[in-house]
T-cell receptor, first 117, second 111 residues
Framework: ETGVTQTPRHLVMGMTNKKSLKCEQH?????MYWYKQSAKKPLELMFV???????ENNSVPSRFSPECPNSSHLFLHLHTLQPEDSALYLC????????????????FGSGTQLSVL | GQQLNQSPQSMFIQEGEDVSMNCTSS?????WLWYKQDPGEGPVLLIA?????ELTSNGRLTAQFGITRKDSFLNISASIPSDVGIYFC???????????FGKGTKLTVNP
């Protein structure tokens, strides 16, 4: 138990479906993140939220829509995805945002393995 | 975008052997982190390094923050089967303050 819970663990969806990924952190952290993990590629940062406000959108296509209703919950809404969007989607949290004198130790969830058919 | 060079990409070793992997960057980092990812799980933080030259251990794991602030290594001593997984380095760039991940080293330990 890492303190970051993601559901569902696995998801198969068609390109016309709409689905949502959920993340909840029980660590009292202020920052939450969505990462995409594809085979043989570095982890790709998608979105960052700090105190519920989106602070970073890493040029992510609009078919991915994040939502952060509070500091403990983060959602990723999916619609009209493409097969190349199949990947492991990881949620993470950290105490605060990284900065000149802070250190961004991330705590990851187990991920949602997404397959787009 | 900025990348870390992590090597080797994969390692196949016998139980009991020592393992060494490293990451290098073209820019200066102010933090180095080492994560391990088991199959079907998210990465778990193993060691965090904050100062150039810092050497930190966590059980059989030892990691160092390179003096140039552009590299870091992770050593695993006396490997055991449960050490299998993918090990990722990550560094916080001094200028951009962004956290950058390496591509990972996949470790296989043969009993």
């Amino acid at each position: 138990e890492t303190g970051v819970t993601q559901t569902p663990r696995h998801l198969v969806m068609g390109m016309t479906n709409k689905k949502s990924l959920k993340c909840e952190q029980h660590l009292g952290h202020n920052a939450m993140y969505w990462y995409k993990q594809s085979a043989k590629k570095p982890l790709e940062l998608m979105f960052v939220y700090n105190f519920k406000e989106q602070t970073e959108n890493n040029s992510v296509p609009s078919r991915f829509s994040p939502e952060c209703p509070n500091s403990s919950h983060l959602f990723l809404h999916l619609h009209t995805l493409q097969p190349e969007d199949s990947a492991l989607y990881l949620c993470a949290s950290s105490q605060d945002m990284g900065g000149p004198s802070t250190n961004e130790k991330l705590f990851f969830g187990s991920g949602t393995q997404l397959s787009v058919l | 975008g900025q990348q870390l060079n992590q090597s080797p990409q994969s390692m196949f070793i016998q139980e009991g052997e020592d393992v060494s992997m490293n990451c290098t960057s073209s820019s200066i980092f102010n933090t180095w982190l080492w994560y391990k990812q088991d199959p079907g799980e998210g990465p778990v933080l193993l060691i965090a390094l904050y100062k150039a030259g810092e050497l930190t251990s966590n059980g059989r794991l030892t990691a160092q923050f390179g003096i140039t602030r552009k590299d870091s290594f992770l050593n695993i001593s006396a490997s055991i089967p449960s050490d299998v997984g993918i090990y990722f380095c990550a560094g916080q760039d001094e200028l951009s303050e962004k956290l950058v991940f390496g591509k990972g080293t996949k470790l296989t330990v043969n009993p």
